[in-house]
């Protein structure tokens, strides 16, 4: 967060909440800043969790000492509600809607009075990893299986091929190019936009590769051929989770499904290393659910009070959730309509 708000925080306002014991101790944080938001074009005031724009942040939530949670989370909305000359509404975005943390702060905003407007995010994809990786394999079906394995066999036939996993912070920072260059590799070829490719995001994570050198839980994985890296993947172990970030492939290599090798290969070194979870992060592609049968709900919501611009913002979403939905029926009508068209012909 500290990194984020070197790149994002210009021309905002931090407003963080902490809560300490009697004799200083800090036992809660809650990391909210304040930007003016879009919605409506009225440039309106609205409080959100540090981290939550530019950088594709997951499971954003309060930091609180377990134990503490129900005293600590009254104190920070009461701190949230007494600064309310500084925001006009909140919006909290992409937090974990099971987290008992922020369940338990939603409750306590809507009893301080505020309106709550929910809004649940695309499912976020995560693999719960057994003790070995055969069994995990066994576990996705034989087509996923028999894939990983015969395409792995097929790349050796070109030459040696080897997966590395680097954890030192400043062989990582060396090779961190080679992830930006197969990357922007492989969308150029699908003439696709990435928003890995800003250079304000790369930036982010260059300073936040320095940042966390003596962390030690950022991993760069890169699979070989003959010494030539074809695929890369970047990402985080914290605990016994991996949160899968990026990943990058030689476009070359496409039909030899390198991508594929390097995920199975990253998925693989995280069971030998002691995890217990595979996290893909945001975002539902095909890819990611050929790995993974769990999936986390993420939730973005936003509060509203009686004053008219909190009003105002309030409507607008409404109003935006409604076109939403006119949208959706409308194209199941062309849908059906075109179906039936079709029987019609059919039956003629």
Not at 12 to 40: H, K, M, Q
Not at 55 to 63: E, F, K, P, V
Not at 318 to 338: F, P, T, W
Request: charged share 25%.
């Amino acid at each position: 967060m500290a990194e984020w708000w070197e790149h994002w925080g210009a021309k905002n306002e931090l407003f963080v909440a902490t809560v300490r014991e009697a004799d200083g101790r800090l036992v809660a944080l809650a990391p909210f800043y304040i930007r003016r938001s879009g919605v409506g074009g009225l440039g309106l005031r609205v409080l959100s969790f540090v981290g939550s724009r530019g950088s594709a942040s997951d499971h954003l939530n309060l930091l609180v000492e377990p134990g503490v949670e129900a005293p600590a989370i009254q104190e920070i909305v009461r701190q949230v509600l007494a600064g309310r000359a500084a925001w006009d509404y909140i919006e909290l975005a992409d937090a974990d809607a099971d987290s008992d943390v922020f369940t338990r702060l939603r409750r306590q905003f809507q009893e301080a009075g505020l309106q709550e407007h929910p809004r649940l995010c695309p499912g976020c994809p995560y693999a719960k990893l057994p003790s070995c990786f055969e069994q995990y394999l066994s576990e996705l079906g034989s087509s996923v299986r028999y894939n990983f394995r015969r395409r792995r066999r097929n790349l050796e036939r070109f030459g040696r091929v080897s997966f590395v996993c680097l954890t030192d912070n400043a062989e990582i920072q060396a090779r961190f190019e080679d992830l930006l260059f197969l990357h922007h590799q492989r969308f150029g070829q699908l003439r696709k936009t990435s928003a890995f490719l800003d250079p304000r995001l790369q930036s982010f994570h260059a300073g936040l590769l320095k940042r966390m050198a003596s962390r030690h839980r950022q991993r760069l994985f890169l699979l070989q051929l003959e010494g030539r890296t074809v695929a890369a993947l970047y990402g985080f172990s914290v605990g016994r989770q991996f949160a899968f970030y990026q990943s990058g492939m030689d476009p070359a290599w496409a039909k030899s499904s390198v991508g594929m090798i390097a995920l199975g290969c990253t998925i693989e070194h995280s069971i030998r290393t002691g995890h217990q979870s595979f996290d893909f992060l945001r975002g539902t592609q095909a890819y990611k659910l050929l790995w993974a049968k769990d999936r986390r709900l993420a939730l973005t919501a936003h509060y509203f009070d009686k004053r008219l611009a909190s009003r105002i913002i309030l409507s607008a979403l409404q109003l935006r959730d409604l076109a939403s939905r006119a949208k959706r029926g409308l194209r199941r009508i062309l849908r059906r309509s075109q179906t039936d068209h079709l029987h019609r012909q059919i039956r003629q």
